[in-house]
């Protein structure tokens, strides 16, 4: 398995590229399932969950190509997928490929809505607690569809088509909205989703289904209004830029010191996070090409941040915050209420010399002087990049285990930071 090794103490300075978003590719991607046409997507990160959802789409008949690099592109770009679901010819998502990646429960909705039935494997559990899909299901059986829980396999069926109903949904989740729009596109009538996520990625698809014919209005806000179509088309669509990715560079730069611009950034994708490093005393300023991060010299305050659904500070950053908070001075807070189990980094960076004590949901981080490189491991995706960025700083070497974690959300990661002046490689197996 490859290892990423890191020397810390560098300063950051230059331009780091960021690309398009991972978590509305996925539901882009799984969109495709929607129509008989061409669905093609622009700035499509190269990341392993993207292959894995291109297999995952191949066992239900779907094709996708990816066309070659045009003169003038680089690494930078992202790539541009050719999606077509022209037949598909299984309705089965099965164990083996479901259990790899949770997102890929998704295409149960967008192949009742087509097929009239699906067979998806439950997700399991994960490294980030327990993640249930009850709401997922609750959608879709609002919608009208007649599920069974048969062998471990979500059965769903609705013969006739699905119904437009009103969906409230008791909690916020990304991934049962999703579900929800994706299933009420192509049903009979008007559906209301209350209570709706309102991340960014969800506009994003809304605005691809639009464009493939959809008529979905509200979307980036709690009420989302479905009218339901008889059939949506292909079309032409490229990936936002990943606020995940652009908020994990600027606590890198903010751990490192230095001055970068995160090119193709948008702050309004993560105000909360970018608040939250200003309150650090971290420059970040917004420009027409991205957001410029600065920090020289003077040290980090504390803060205090609680994750919770967009717009607010985002589960997703909340380890990379911790890994920056480590070397803050004084006593920082961090309070994870989207996920009740996702503290897995802590162990790991008190390895490299962090004091953080947990009690419940609340993270508590006393600031230490300095980190000492060791090696660890992590098990999830920004579990992991939390330990690179505390490895920026800490003295010595750090090698961060089982990167395969990194490769599934972070593009070129090393190529990314090392661009910039850190000392990074990745030592394969
Ligand atoms: N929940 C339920 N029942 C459900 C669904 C969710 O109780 O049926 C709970 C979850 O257990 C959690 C909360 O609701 O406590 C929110 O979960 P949500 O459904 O919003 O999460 P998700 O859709 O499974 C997406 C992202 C995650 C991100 C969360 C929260 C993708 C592919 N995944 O997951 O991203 O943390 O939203 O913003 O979009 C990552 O990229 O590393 C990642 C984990």
Redesign the pocket.
């Known amino acids: 398995m490859d290892r990423i090794r890191i020397v810390g103490g560098r300063r950051l300075d230059g331009v780091i590229p960021i690309s398009g978003a ?3 590719t ?2 882009l991607m799984i969109a495709s399932l929607l129509t008989g046409e061409t669905l093609t997507l622009d700035n499509v990160p190269r990341l392993a ?1 993207v292959v894995l959802l291109q297999r995952i789409l191949g066992n239900h008949g779907v094709d996708v190509t990816v066309s070659g690099k045009r003169s003038g592109e680089t690494a930078d770009h992202g790539q541009t997928l050719h999606i077509s679901a022209a037949r598909i010819v299984d309705t089965t998502a099965p164990y083996e490929l479901v259990s790899k ?3 890929s429960f ?1 295409v149960l909705a967008p192949l009742v809505a087509r097929m009239g039935q699906a067979r998806v494997s439950m997700p399991g559990g994960c490294a ?11 959608a879709m059986e609002r919608l009208g569809a007649r599920i069974d829980i048969d062998g471990g396999y979500v059965v769903a069926r609705a013969p006739h088509g699905l119904k437009g109903a009103e969906i409230v949904f008791p ?8 579900t929800a729009i994706m299933a009420a596109v192509l049903a009979d009538g008007t559906t209301v989703i209350e209570n709706a ?1 309102r ?1 960014p ?1 969800i506009g994003d698809v809304a605005d691809c289904l639009n464009k493939m014919g959809a008529r979905i209005s509200g979307a980036g806000t709690n009420r989302i209004v479905v009218e339901g179509v008889t059939r949506l088309n292909g079309a032409r669509h490229a990936v936002l830029p990943d606020r ?1 990715e652009t908020g994990t560079y600027a606590m890198a730069v903010a751990m490192a010191g230095g001055e970068v611009l995160l090119q193709n950034a948008r702050p309004e994708l993560l105000q909360a996070a970018l608040d939250a490093l200003s309150n650090a005393g971290v420059s970040v300023t917004p420009t027409n090409q991205g957001i410029r991060i600065a920090r020289n010299g003077a040290g980090l305050q504390p803060v205090e941040v609680t994750t919770a ?2 717009p607010s500070f ?3 950053l909340q380890a990379q915050l911790m890994a920056l908070m480590t070397r803050a001075r004084g006593t920082s807070h961090i309070v994870e209420t ?3 189990n ?1 503290f897995m980094h802590v162990q790991e960076l008190v390895r490299l010399g962090a004091h953080i004590s947990l009690e419940g949901e609340r993270a508590t981080i006393e600031g230490v002087e300095r980190l000492k490189g060791a090696q660890v491991m992590a098990t ?3 579990a992991s990049v939390s330990l690179v960025i505390a490895a920026l700083a800490a003295e010595g070497e750090t090698i961060v285990n089982r990167v395969y974690h990194l490769d ?2 972070f593009e070129r990661l090393e190529q990314k930071l090392s661009g910039v002046g850190a000392e990074v490689e990745r030592l394969s197996a």
Do not use: C, Q, S, Y
């Open positions: 991972k978590n509305a996925l539901p969950d990646m949770r997102a998704w980030i607690g327990t993640r249930p899909v009850d709401l997922l299901i609750m909690k916020v989740t990304v991934g049962g909205t999703h996520a991340e990625e995940i659904p967009f985002p589960t997703d989207v996920f009740e996702r999830d995706l920004r599934r959300g």
